[in-house]
């Protein structure tokens, strides 16, 4: 890095402190208001599991929840790849996650919102291998899902009430 670059780069981290940014998960970030504050429905399907799997890494176990999370997952697979002889070789799965933020306290609703993503996944090899590859991209899907659920957590958290 030469040395024009260092003074942008410091420059541009004094611009960053000046505005009042703050690292997410740092000491006054928005991401330690929610640690460990949110409780998760108990899962009823695979996808659930997954999901709320990805959210707890993220945010921790809700031991001392303030908030509650509720969340309705929809899937759908969708063919869009084919052969010359007319079968699929590839399969794209849409997730839908529409999820409900509560205050445990009051039952009041604080958010309702929903984010959308997609995977891929090969059907080229064997009957295992695309079972395979369709069980990763459920999985992928729910970390996706997870991912964006928590960083619009994170964006809203300041608003949340103590």
Same mark, same amino acid.
């Given at each position: 890095?030469?040395?024009?670059?260092?003074?942008?780069?410091?420059?541009?981290?004094?611009?960053?402190?000046?505005?009042?940014?703050?690292?997410?998960?740092?000491?006054?970030?928005?991401?330690? =208001? +929610?640690? %460990?504050?949110?409780?998760?429905?108990?899962?009823? $399907?695979?996808?659930?599991?997954? !999901?709320?799997? &990805?959210?707890?890494?993220?945010?921790?176990?809700?031991?001392?929840?303030?908030?509650?999370?509720?969340?309705?997952?929809?899937?759908?697979?969708?063919?869009?790849?084919?052969?010359?002889?007319?079968?699929?070789?590839?399969? =794209? +799965?849409? %997730?839908?996650?529409?999820?409900?933020?509560?205050? $445990?306290?009051?039952?009041?609703? !604080?958010?309702? &919102?929903?984010?959308?993503?997609?995977?891929?996944?090969?059907?080229?090899?064997?009957?295992?291998?695309?079972?395979?590859?369709?069980?990763?991209?459920?999985?992928?899907?729910?970390?996706?899902?997870?991912?964006?659920?928590?960083?619009?957590?994170?964006?809203?958290?300041?608003?949340?009430?103590?």
């Amino acid at each position: 890095m030469s040395s024009s670059d260092r003074r942008l780069f410091l420059l541009g981290a004094l611009a960053l402190g000046a505005c009042g940014f703050t690292p997410v998960y740092g000491p006054q970030g928005a991401g330690q =208001r +929610l640690q %460990g504050r949110i409780l998760l429905d108990a899962p009823v $399907t695979e996808n659930n599991y997954r !999901l709320n799997r &990805r959210i707890e890494e993220r945010l921790g176990r809700g031991g001392a929840a303030r908030y509650a999370l509720s969340v309705d997952i929809d899937t759908e697979s969708d063919g869009f790849g084919t052969a010359s002889d007319g079968t699929t070789t590839r399969f =794209r +799965l849409t %997730g839908t996650a529409t999820y409900t933020l509560r205050d $445990t306290a009051t039952d009041v609703v !604080l958010s309702e &919102r929903k984010t959308v993503a997609f995977t891929g996944y090969s059907a080229t090899g064997s009957n295992v291998a695309t079972l395979a590859s369709a069980r990763d991209a459920r999985e992928r899907l729910m970390v996706i899902l997870a991912d964006q659920i928590v960083d619009q957590l994170l964006l809203l958290s300041p608003d949340l009430p103590e």
